[in-house]
């Protein structure tokens, strides 16, 4: 069973820089495309961030597009997000997904595994 770990959440300026990690586990993990979901206060959760299973394809929202980069280090067992230049909307609690064989753009209903969840405050 793949596992999922995120950490990085905190309390940031507009503009400032974060990065979130995901630490994954689990015998299959290879075989799943790892992504990131946001979901801020009274609103649906929303795909940020996604890499196809192979790892060769990224895929962002566009209201992070220019910002964000998720990246995979597999040494390490680690999915990040860097968000750069954030913004009061990007106040939410972000969450590590994985899909088996996704595509690197999965939905709320495709996710068959999800993390807990770390908590992003932006303030102006």
């Known amino acids: 069973q793949v596992q999922l770990v995120e950490y990085g959440g905190r309390v940031a300026q507009a503009g400032d820089s974060l990065r979130l990690s995901c630490v994954f586990s689990?015998?299959?993990?290879?075989?799943?495309?790892l992504g990131w979901f946001r979901q801020a206060p009274g609103k649906d959760r929303e795909f940020v961030a996604g890499l196809s299973w192979s790892g060769g394809s990224a895929y962002y929202s566009d209201s992070v597009k220019g910002r964000f980069t998720i990246s995979r280090d597999n040494a390490k067992s680690t999915l990040y997000l860097q968000m750069d230049s954030l913004k009061p909307e990007d106040t939410a609690d972000y969450y590590c997904?994985?899909?088996?064989?996704?595509?690197?753009?999965?939905?709320?209903?495709?996710?068959?595994?999800w993390g807990l969840g770390t908590q992003v405050t932006v303030y102006s």
């Open positions: 997904s994985a899909d088996q064989y996704g595509t690197g753009r999965p939905t709320v209903g495709s996710v068959n595994i």
């Open positions: 689990g015998p299959t993990v290879s075989s799943y495309a």
